[in-house]
């Protein structure tokens, strides 16, 4: 399986070459641009309804989730990005039990694109990035035209790593990516332990559509011009885990880490035999279609995604299918939009959890107050959500809080989140 794995990516590396104009670096990117210095707030409320036998059914809540600041420019015919989260859960320090792991998360991106020599359009990208996989996560979070990105991204999605990768445009319709990145997920210590090697973690991305700017990591629910737009893409993600020290790399990546890897829901993922791991195997492939059609007063996006992720190693798997389709319409400055997204669950979180599918709708109202300043408006139903229910306390929403799946009270029930943000550019 390995050998033709890596027979595989071989090939897509020669034929991603291949396909393109030897011509040196790309005529229409400058030597030397910027740096330029932008950034985001965006303070957001949720106000949410649960039935909850200890404490009150209806709860408020206010949180500075997202504050990022950036930089970015190129220097010698090299593109560079650095981006810092200054707020919210992408900030929270996790901290082992023995008290050392915690790292700072501040770092979003830190990345540099090299042009490849001798040939037109191509990049190596070295840093801390996006993985190239579904359209809602290599969506930017200042271009989401919710509040949140669905359930679905939650269970199933992945945002960044670091390694290395290289992306290609050979034409202004066709993108291609291939990453090679650490499964570790980002901000990660080094530790230097005995390990025992699987296979990288490996991504590959194809998308046709257009590819204005060169930057198959950063999408935009919008069109790119005046004419209709068709934008499809694919992606496949393999890896064979790391046994490293006492544990595995999966089992320490800490951040953002989607449902389907957390132990509380995998049951073999962590699981020992006579004191040891065995690595496990995951894949992730899924593929996205959009639609842009602009008119006289404003632009209709349609989009939609599916995506499969499986988790096994010798003691079993587990699985998960997701689902997401969206509809946005924008004027100047009022925006409409619906949502739907779907996770059915294999196996992952056990009988407790069980594997009846849990459904989420999210209608959304933008208004745009200046160009730099919009507030948005969204209300995440969801229908059959797992809860767990601590004796005394009180009801967590397990897509919340997925840590909570332990509690010896699980159970289905619809929640309903109002949601609002008031989003700040600069």
Do not use: C
């Not at 033709?4 to 670096?25: D, E, K, V």
């Not at 594997?355 to 160009?371: G, S």
């Not at 959500?385 to 840590?403: I, K, N, R």
Request: hydrophobic share 40%.
């Amino acid at each position: 399986m390995r050998t033709r794995l890596t027979g595989g990516i071989l090939a897509l590396i020669a034929l991603l070459l291949w396909t393109l104009p030897a011509a040196g670096q790309d005529k229409d990117q400058p030597k030397n641009e910027g740096p330029v210095v932008h950034g985001f707030i965006r303070p957001d409320w949720l106000i949410q309804n649960v039935d909850d036998p200890f404490r009150d059914d209806l709860r408020i809540y206010h949180f500075l989730s997202r504050t990022r600041v950036y930089l970015k420019g190129t220097y010698e015919g090299v593109r560079y990005r650095v981006e810092l989260g200054l707020s919210g859960p992408e900030v929270e320090i996790p901290v082992s039990r023995s008290g050392y792991w915690g790292m700072p998360q501040i770092l979003q991106d830190f990345y540099a694109d090299v042009p490849f020599p001798g040939v037109e359009n191509v990049y190596v990208r070295l840093g801390q990035f996006k993985v190239p996989a579904g359209a809602e996560g290599l969506t930017y979070s200042a271009d989401m035209p919710f509040v949140e990105r669905s359930i679905a991204q939650k269970f199933v999605g992945l945002l960044r790593d670091y390694g290395a990768a290289l992306h290609a445009y050979p034409s202004e319709n066709v993108s291609l990516a291939l990453a090679l990145q650490t499964g570790l997920g980002r901000s990660i210590p080094n530790r230097y332990l005995p390990e025992v090697f699987g296979f990288p973690f490996v991504t590959a991305r194809v998308q046709f559509g257009p590819n204005q700017g060169h930057d198959l990591f950063r999408l935009k629910p919008m069109p790119s011009g005046d004419e209709l737009e068709v934008r499809l893409g694919a992606n496949v993600t393999y890896y064979k885990d790391v046994i490293a020290g006492h544990s595995s790399a999966l089992n320490v990546w800490n951040k953002e880490k989607p449902i389907l890897l957390q132990s509380g829901w995998n049951p073999y993922i962590a699981r020992r035999e006579a004191g040891h791991l065995k690595a496990g195997e995951l894949l992730i492939g899924g593929g996205d279609i959009a639609l842009g059609y602009p008119t006289a007063q404003g632009a209709l996006w349609l989009e939609g995604q599916v995506t499969y992720g499986q988790y096994k190693n010798d003691f079993g798997d587990v699985a998960v299918t997701a689902v997401r389709a969206q509809a946005t319409y924008s004027l100047e400055t009022v925006a409409f939009g619906l949502r739907y997204a779907l996770v059915q669950l294999d196996e992952l979180g056990g009988d407790a959890v069980g594997d009846d599918p849990i459904h989420e709708v999210t209608p959304m109202l933008t208004y745009r107050l200046q160009k730099n300043v919009k507030i948005i408006l969204d209300g995440s139903i969801l229908l059959d959500v797992p809860v767990a229910v601590e004796d005394g306390v009180g009801v967590y929403v397990l897509t919340d809080h997925p840590e909570e799946i332990g509690m010896e009270t699980i159970e289905r029930q619809n929640v309903i989140n109002l949601r609002a943000a008031v989003q700040i550019n600069f």
